[in-house]
């Protein structure tokens, strides 16, 4: 992936910015593609705050994303 490839020929102590932001953008892809490649679903089902009946989806944060793959790699014996 070009983006690892750059981020490690970054100089960390003068692009501490840049290297923060590269890391999380490597991260969040690869978690994305192991998801479409394990058809897990980026998406949860919420409750409408101002009306319990209605229901919407929305996108998953990335905190979500991890750990939706640990689960799937955990059930799946991919990590002990």
């Given at each position: 992936?070009?983006?690892?490839?750059?981020?490690?020929?970054?100089?960390?102590?003068?692009?501490?910015?840049?290297?923060?932001?590269?890391?999380?953008?490597?991260?969040?892809?690869?978690?994305?593609?192991?998801?479409?490649?394990?058809?897990?679903?980026?998406?949860?089902?919420?409750?409408n705050k101002e009306d319990a009946n209605r229901t919407y989806r929305r996108s998953m944060s990335l905190r979500e994303k991890?750990?939706?793959?640990?689960?799937?790699?955990?059930?799946?014996?991919?990590?002990?």
């Amino acid at each position: 992936m070009q983006i690892f490839d750059e981020l490690k020929r970054l100089d960390i102590e003068r692009f501490r910015n840049a290297c923060s932001v590269l890391l999380r953008v490597f991260i969040e892809s690869s978690v994305d593609d192991f998801c479409q490649k394990n058809t897990i679903t980026l998406t949860v089902l919420e409750v409408n705050k101002e009306d319990a009946n209605r229901t919407y989806r929305r996108s998953m944060s990335l905190r979500e994303k991890i750990g939706a793959v640990t689960s799937h790699m955990e059930e799946n014996g991919l990590v002990v």
